[in-house]
Nanobody, 122 residues
Framework: QVQLVESGGDLVQPGGSLRLSCAAS???????????MGWYRQAPGKQRELVAT???????DYADSVKDRFTISRDYAKNTVYLQMNSLKPEDTAVYYC?????????????WGQGTQVTVSS
């Protein structure tokens, strides 16, 4: 069973930076690299939304609201995905979740972490 553990959430002032980490356990590196990874967030009273994704091959995509401010990356050797967040705004306040997804011919593997709180406030 794959487990995802997020860390790095904190209270930060507007304009500040944070780096979130998502460590995957219960999976060997050679299998982990076949997963597409993503960061999502959910603010109070709002639906969960996609923030950024990185494919198994390293291609990245971002929500328009975070382009040029956030960067997603992955370390295949450490089974870890990162989200570097710069120029943070109050509207970035949310619980951030890590997702791992792998689609095969017979099933879809879909795992979520427990979330880490990011609060942007002065």
């Amino acid at each position: 069973q794959v487990q995802l553990v997020e860390s790095g959430g904190d209270l930060v002032q507007p304009g500040g930076s944070l780096r979130l980490s998502c460590a995957a356990s219960g999976i060997i590196a050679s299998i982990f690299r076949s997963y597409d990874m993503g960061w999502y967030r959910q603010a109070p009273g709002k639906q969960r939304e996609l923030v950024a994704t990185i494919s198994s091959g390293g291609s990245t995509d971002y929500a328009d609201s975070v382009k040029d401010r956030f960067t997603i990356s992955r370390d295949y050797a450490k089974n870890t995905v990162y989200l570097q967040m710069n120029s943070l705004k109050p509207e970035d306040t949310a619980v951030y979740y890590c997702n791992a997804r792998r689609v095969t011919l017979v099933r879809t593997y879909d795992y979520w972490g427990q979330g880490t709180q990011v609060t942007v406030s002065s």
